[in-house]
Structures are given as C-alpha cells and as structure tokens.
C-alpha cells in the first residue's frame, strides 16, 4: 500500500532555512506527482508546489515561488521541500500529498505531516 | 487570483443529512476534489472529480457540482463525520486552490 513518511518536528530561527523529506514506497514512485500544503495553528491548508518525481519538473505557488524550492531523489524515492528566509508566519505543519497521476491535481495519499516552528 | 468560499461551520443532528457548500467562480467547469480533516490528523480525501469516492469512503459522503457552488452531502450523520472539509480545485493555471473549510458538528 501507499505510504508517505515525513522526516521529523524541526525548529528553526527566522532567517533559516529548512528541508523537510518524504519517503514514498508501495507505489511507482515517478508515476505520480507530489504536492506539499502547509497548515499554520488553527489555520487552513495552503498549497505550496509539486513535482514531477520523473522529470524533476517543478511548479510553485506565487506566494511561495521565491522562497520554495521542490527536489526529489529518484533512487531513494524521497522528495524534498526546502523553504528559506524563514519567518515567524511559516510556523506550521507542513504535508506531502501524492497526486492522483501526473496532472490531475488531486492528493490522494497524505504524509503524517512535519511542524516546524520558527523563533526569533 | 481564483478563490473558493465555504461557509464556516455546519451543524447537523445524528442520522441527518448535512450538506457543506462550496462557492466559487463557474466551479462547475472545475473539478472538485473534497477532504476532511480530524483533531491533529492529515487530510483524507472524501471526494474527487466532484463526485467520486476513494476506496474505503462510505456511499453515505456523496457529491455534487454545477454552477458556482458545488456541495459534499453527508447522509446518516455519524458522530465519526466531526471535522474540518475543504473543498480544492485546480485554478487551470498552474495554482491549487483551497477552500476555507467547513467545521461539521454532529450534535
């Protein structure tokens, strides 16, 4: 079966950066793209990018183009979102979710999900 | 920018029908993807393609879209229903967009 598995609670200062992986197994791993959406505290889910993990190929959302960056290691089956200039807002919980196919645009499968909080 | 518009909360008696709302511009046009969302859980999707279940989703959550609102209806309310839903689509540019979310209470 699917599974996503997201590295662990991080804390951060404002200013850093941090790289957050999930690791998928029980599927083709470049058959489907994947998604990260962010949840800040009592907030709502916001959609930050995907990718391609057979291209490599990337989109981000506006409000995050400048600061995200989406990767993927195809022999480790591992994507990675890495999020710089930290603030205090981007304190959240942050999800991967595996796409329907390559385009659909619909998260079928969600990881368990990575707080990071940033400190000033 | 497309945006999606749910309406804050809900409520419903147990064993009644609740229908969670999802306004947006032309969304019929769109495909409509549902998630719900328990206390400190990740998302589960409920509904894709407006109205189609993943495996392991009761035939009670059902779904619908036409016009600017599409809706995720759920029959025989169960105390198990409780949660966070949002409703997503695909902007038809390059954006995934979410609702707000609906909190459902099953009184």
Redesign the interface.
């Known amino acids: 079966q699917v599974h996503l598995v997201q590295s662990g609670a991080e804390v951060k200062k404002s200013g850093a950066s941090v790289k957050v992986s999930c690791k998928a197994s029980g599927y083709t791993f470049s058959g489907y793209a994947v ?1 990260w ?1 962010r949840q800040a505290p009592g907030q ?4 930050m990018g ?1 990718i391609n993990p057979g291209t490599g190929n990337t ?1 981000y ?2 409000k995050f183009q400048a600061r995200v960056t989406i990767t993927r290691d195809t022999f480790a089956s591992t994507v990675y979102m890495e999020l710089s200039s930290l603030r205090f807002e981007d304190t959240a919980v942050y ?1 991967c ?1 595996r796409d ?1 196919g390559l385009n ?5 499968f ?4 990575t707080l990071v909080a940033v400190s000033s | 920018s497309y945006e999606l518009t749910q309406s804050l909360s809900v409520s419903v008696a147990l064993g009644q029908t609740a229908r969670i709302t999802c306004v947006g511009n032309n969304i019929g046009t769109r495909n409509v993807h549902w998630y719900q969302q328990k206390s400190g859980q990740a998302p589960v999707l409920v509904i894709y393609k407006d109205k189609n279940r993943p495996p392991g989703i009761p035939e009670r959550l059902s779904g619908s879209n036409s016009g600017n609102t599409a809706t995720l209806i759920i029959t025989r309310a169960q105390d198990g229903d409780e949660g966070d839903y949002y409703c997503q689509v695909w902007d038809g540019g390059s954006e995934m967009v979410f609702g707000g979310g609906t909190k459902l209470t099953v009184l």
């Open positions: 998604h959406v709502g889910l916001e959609w995907w989109k959302s506006r999800y979710a329907a659909w645009g619909s998260f079928h969600w990881g368990q999900g």
